[in-house]
């Protein structure tokens, strides 16, 4: 009967090891599906993200039509013209100049919480779409672990978005006043220097920025209104300041 008894609680040890032998393989195959459904979760946040960055750049943008608009209803006659093409040149030569320097100068890594000195040309903007965090090396992937779209594109058309609203503003204040190719230029080193390094101050790492004056040792903005030495608690969410004040002073 003691045999017997071992020859069954043998049988029964047996059959409960394969059984828990194809439990674990189910559960690490639940495991890893929810591991690859959290990943194309969190790729959607962040596509999510950017379709919503790209859209307000896009509305941003229009502001050149109403300021056409607005400043071709203010013009005399013969000058509707010319307003207009100021207005359309803005936004062309903002696309230029924000590209080659503005854009660096901006959100560059700051020097003394003044102005940007990198990624002039976007030449740290890269297009690695789809890229996860798995498929790149250790620090290659966004701060907050998200798979990777578009690496800054939809930043930069922001903000160039932006820069060409700066530009213009001052269109409709010297309409009728200036010549154009002096307008022209102007535009230019707005987009390409006053504008950056107003924006740096506050929305990048500046001085005036509520995220700090200077970046941690990690090359990473400071907490929001540290309130020290290094942070003047500035914050501008539409760009009243930083943009609309900056056009209207230049």
Known sequence: RKMATNAQLSAWLSGNSTALAALQDQFNQLKSSIASIDERQRGG??????GWLVLCGAIVFFMQAGFSMLEAGCVGKKNVINILFKNIMDGSIAAICFWLLGYGLAFGKTAG???????FGLSQVYNNAGA??????????????AALSSDGWEGFFFQWAFAGTAATIVSGSVAERTRF???LLFSALCTLAIYPVGIHWVWGTGWLSAWGANP?????????????????????FAGSG????????S
Do not use: W
């Open 45 to 50: 946040f962040r596509d999510l993200d950017i």
């Open 181 to 183: 190719e002096a307008y």
């Open 216 to 236: 941690d040792g990690n090359d990473m903005a400071r907490p929001i209104l540290k309130g020290n030495d290094e942070s003047n608690g500035m914050i501008d």
């Open 242 to 249: 930083c943009v609309h004040m900056v056009g209207g002073c």
């Open 113 to 119: 919480g003044f102005i940007g000195t990198d990624n």
């Open 132 to 145: 996860s965090e798995q498929a790149l090396g250790e620090g290659e992937y966004i701060s907050d672990g």
